[in-house]
């Protein structure tokens, strides 16, 4: 099996642990992609406390679960968005309006879509969570 997107993977992974009522998740391998946007995602609820360990057969994620979370994901292909086109992506990927995040990479770093809007940017979208 090919780990081409590991954020997918560990995304679709911790969902299934949601879903089937886990209250903790291991992730592996472990990226800085996949790091900044669980440090965004436990700001906003969706998970509690994680961990990066580090053994030796290298390094995973530990994430305790709060139960938060109906889905997530990541987008692909990672579309460029405009600072005026955030909502046309909230349509899409998100039930409803102000209800989930869109995580964007920006030049500022990883942000919801809600802090591109109030600071004025644009990026590329990431994924989502709700």
Do not use: W
């Amino acid at each position: 099996m090919a780990l081409n997107n590991t954020l997918a993977n560990a995304l679709s992974h911790i969902l299934n642990c949601e879903k089937t009522g886990k209250t903790d998740c291991i992730v592996k391998p472990s990226a800085k992609l996949i790091l900044e946007t669980l440090k965004i995602m436990k700001e906003h609820n969706y998970i509690g406390d994680f961990t990066l360990v580090k053994n030796k057969r290298g390094r995973f994620i530990k994430i305790s679960l709060l139960g938060n979370i109906n889905k997530c994901g990541s987008v692909n292909p990672h579309f460029s968005v405009n600072k005026n086109e955030f909502e046309k992506f909230e349509k899409r990927y998100l039930p409803a309006k102000n209800f989930g995040i869109l995580i964007i990479s920006t030049s500022q770093g990883l942000m919801t879509h809600k802090d591109a809007i109030n600071k004025g940017i644009g990026g590329r979208l990431i994924s989502y969570c709700y």
